[in-house]
């Protein structure tokens, strides 16, 4: 693809800006579609659209052009038919106008995650996929809105003849200042925390997490995934699983999180301990701190998102993804996790959104 022509995200949280970010630093003429574009700092050219408004897409749409589409998006619900609505229409909404405006796609990249193969949030625990995850596994009998979006994306890609790859991350880690599932910001806001009010940086996770070998998914990996399939003809028309290419131990990783922000980690005592229950009084802290360091946000509720790491560090399954699928097509790429967690805490705190505290000895 060359440098004029442009690719569109769809979404530009935690996955859609590390893409943006990546297609920019190749080089690449990147559009960002956003419902609330005010602030965003890629530098893309901005498209203020709503998913939900086809009337804004079409608006917004008009006259471009892009080749390569990368779908980072999604639309929580109270219920997971409700999801499964939602999403699928949003999809439906956007792949409509794209063709009305004649978009010019030839690829789209859809970003999904490993709730493929363990069902949606309230059904954590009623199923124990076998591991490694295999990207050819059958779907779960049960409601997941990644499904639904699937099924729009393989009824659109047939109708206008465009392709496709799918992506599957783990409990994604990256540069975000605000996502709905963000475990690295999370904890950067809890580590800080604790490093402020001198209190334990403790485990919260169940005895499975801190003892199993896991894996995370930086932001940054799964962005270089997507663009590697939009942009290699073998790679189309598949699903991928998308880790870092390593695995670890909670119980070894803890210490290396506490030794970032200058505290000790407590013994881990073998029990659950929520980080929602933890962090309950974490708005006023948080405030006190944002007004003390001159951080960008004040709000802590916009960060940290306790419930999904509290969801993530509840789980008693193994969750360990195959990734030979692309490997065996050429994608390389090896990120290390602790490198993961360190250098977004040095990204966050860059961008003041957390503390750079000074190290202690």
């Not at 990256?174 to 209190?199: D, H, K, P």
């Not at 590697?228 to 073998?234: L, N, S």
């Not at 790679?235 to 695995?247: C, E, Q, R, S, T």
């Not at 506490?258 to 229950?277: E, K, M, V, W």
Request: aromatic share 12%.
């Amino acid at each position: 693809m060359s440098i004029q022509e442009a690719a569109l995200v769809v979404g530009t949280g935690l996955v859609g800006g590390n893409i943006l970010r990546a297609l920019q630093d190749g080089g690449q003429r990147a559009i960002a579609l956003a419902r609330n574009p005010d602030g965003f700092g890629t530098g893309a050219d901005i498209v203020a659209a709503d998913l939900a408004d086809p009337a804004s897409l079409r608006r917004g749409l008009a006259g471009k052009s892009a080749r390569h589409v990368y779908f980072a998006t999604w639309k929580p619900a109270s219920t997971e038919p409700e999801a499964c609505e939602i999403n699928a229409r949003y999809m439906r909404n956007f792949f409509d106008v794209a063709r009305d405006v004649e978009l010019g796609i030839e690829h789209v990249s859809l970003i999904t995650g490993v709730k493929h193969y363990l069902g949606p949030f309230a059904d954590f625990g009623r199923f124990t996929p076998e591991t490694p995850f295999q990207e050819d596994a059958q779907r779960l009998d049960l409601p997941n809105f990644y499904y639904a979006q699937e099924d729009v994306l393989f009824e659109t890609a047939a109708r206008d003849g465009f392709g496709w790859s799918i992506h599957r991350p783990n409990s994604i880690v990256g540069f975000a200042q605000r996502s709905l599932m963000n475990m690295g910001l999370t904890l950067a806001c809890y580590g800080a925390i604790c490093r402020e009010t001198g209190r334990p940086f403790v485990f919260p996770g169940v005895p499975e997490q801190w003892n199993m070998v896991t894996e995370v998914s930086d932001a940054r990996m799964v962005a270089k995934q997507a663009i590697w399939a939009a942009q290699t003809p073998g790679a189309k028309g598949l699903a991928y699983n998308i880790g870092n290419g390593d695995v670890f131990r909670w119980r070894s990783m803890w210490p290396v999180l506490a030794g970032y922000f200058g505290i000790a980690a407590p013994p881990y005592d073998g029990q659950r301990t929520s980080l929602q229950a933890l962090m309950a009084d974490a708005g006023e802290i948080w405030r006190s701190m944002a007004k003390k360091y001159g951080l960008v946000e004040d709000d802590v509720s916009k960060l940290a998102t306790w419930w999904h790491s509290d969801a993530d560090f509840g789980r008693t399954v193994e969750c360990i993804s195959d990734m030979r699928r692309s490997r065996s097509r050429g994608f390389t790429a090896y990120q290390s996790s602790r490198e993961t967690f360190t250098d977004l805490f040095d990204q966050l705190a860059e961008a003041r959104i957390i503390p750079a505290f000074p190290a202690r000895n």
